[in-house]
């Protein structure tokens, strides 16, 4: 793996039209305030804001006068939306043809306004994917200097086995937080340690803000008494209980609050004791431990 990625990554899937729809003069100042905080990171898909967040964010990074250099940029292709975008879509599917990801490579390369993207994901796997097919435009893209890493989003360890005998893989984002927790336990995250594949996790709050389940109810209740303990707030110390795991697992925090951003990065130096790690799994569980 060559590249280095900031603690936390700021994820733009809500920055455009499938959330804040942020205007460009909006998105530099957020752009510079994830900077000004070291979140240097941004997560992209070609799909966000049905195929126009990229568009929207390149041309804010281009006026925002951001040196490319000092920030990574990851973005993911291979799922097809139903969309005016993409009339010839009549169902949504995957397509890792090696033309498609040359060309869908270009697009995203246009629309953010660069040379070379850091990292470039296969957002879901594929029944059809075809590793020989994935592993030619790997090697066309690296070669080119279009790409400097691969990896992939939301693959079993099975399917990673799959590319790496035809390319390396570097990266493998997953869902993991406090209220989804296999991968803790199913043998993705030993996997991704073995291989020295680097783990990102997509919604790292999990559920917790957005369900009034009962398994949120006593995550709530572990937390307000670790809140006055560790004097943070609940998103915090649930990026803590992730960043606790061994596996080195880098967030990509959604929000587009500038507050919480600072936050999030605040995070990273939060030591969770043990028990208090633990005490969070139990009550996520709803059962202490074997």
Not at 117 to 138: G, K, M, Y
Not at 180 to 208: C, E, R, V
């Amino acid at each position: 793996m060559n590249t280095t990625y900031s603690k936390i990554i700021a994820g733009t899937m809500t920055w455009g039209a499938w959330g804040k729809q942020l205007s460009t003069k909006d998105m530099i100042s957020l752009i510079h305030h994830c900077v000004d905080c070291k979140i240097t990171t941004f997560d992209h898909a070609d799909i966000y804001g049905d195929y126009t967040t990229e568009a929207d964010f390149g041309k804010a990074l281009k006026n925002s006068g951001i040196n490319r250099e000092n920030i990574q940029l990851i973005s993911k292709c291979g799922i097809q939306y139903m969309s005016s975008s993409r009339p010839e879509n009549k169902v949504k599917h995957y397509n890792y043809n090696k033309d498609y990801i040359l060309w869908s490579v270009e697009q995203s390369l246009k629309n953010l306004k660069t040379d070379y993207l850091d990292v470039l994901l296969l957002h879901r796997p594929s029944p059809l994917l075809n590793p020989i097919e994935v592993a030619e435009a790997v090697t066309i893209l690296k070669n080119a200097g279009k790409i400097k890493d691969f990896g992939v989003s939301n693959f079993l360890p099975s399917q990673i086995d799959l590319l790496k005998q035809y390319t390396h893989v570097s990266v493998n984002q997953i869902e993991c937080s406090i209220t989804q927790f296999n991968a803790m336990f199913d043998g993705s995250l030993d996997y991704l340690q073995t291989h020295n594949i680097k783990t990102m996790a997509w919604s790292p709050l999990g559920s917790l803000f957005k369900e009034n389940s009962p398994q949120n109810q006593r995550i709530d209740k572990a937390l307000k008494s670790l809140e006055k303990h560790y004097n943070v707030s609940k998103d915090q110390l649930l990026l803590a209980w992730l960043l606790k795991h061994p596996a080195n697992i880098t967030p990509v925090v959604g929000t587009t609050t500038p507050k919480r951003l600072t936050q999030a990065i605040e995070a990273t130096n939060i030591d969770l004791n043990i028990q208090d790690w633990f005490d969070l799994l139990v009550a996520s569980q709803g059962h202490k431990v074997p």
